[in-house]
């Protein structure tokens, strides 16, 4: 099992920016990483992805043009910075990885791995 560990998150207002990270062990270091949020009654849901490789980054409609997903690869850490937060982006965020490059980067059963998982929330 590897260990992901995330951390960022915390209370924003509206407009406000934060950026979450997901830190892998070393021997992590190929096919995909995930940032993926849940709120409370409602489906994880996708949120943006990266390979591993750096190569290509994907992200939901929800949040294209307000977040930006990257890669320390010295620090096998990848980074969710978000930007014109709105309550509706309130949720637990979780990073996930798989060691795979699959198409389908947007489900959670793609993933085998997965943190535990961190609070954000957009409020005035």
């Known amino acids: 099992q590897v260990q992901l560990a995330e951390s960022g998150g915390g209370w924003v207002q509206p407009g406000g920016s934060l950026r979450l990270s997901c830190s892998a062990p070393e021997r992590f270091n190929s096919g995909t990483l995930g940032w993926f949020r849940q709120a409370p009654g409602k489906e994880r849901q996708f949120v943006a992805a990266?390979?591993?490789?750096?190569?290509?980054?994907f992200y939901s409609d929800s949040v294209k043009g307000r977040a930006t997903i990257s890669r320390d690869s010295a620090r096998n850490t990848v980074y969710l910075q978000m930007t014109t937060l709105k309550p509706e982006d309130t949720a637990v965020y979780y990073c996930?990885?798989?060691?795979?490059?699959?198409?389908?980067?947007?489900?959670?059963?793609?993933?085998?791995?997965w943190g535990q998982g961190t609070q954000v929330t957009v409020s005035s």
């Open positions: 996930a990885a798989t060691s795979r490059a699959l198409a389908t980067i947007h489900i959670p059963a793609t993933y085998e791995h």
């Open positions: 990266i390979r591993f490789s750096g190569s290509s980054k």
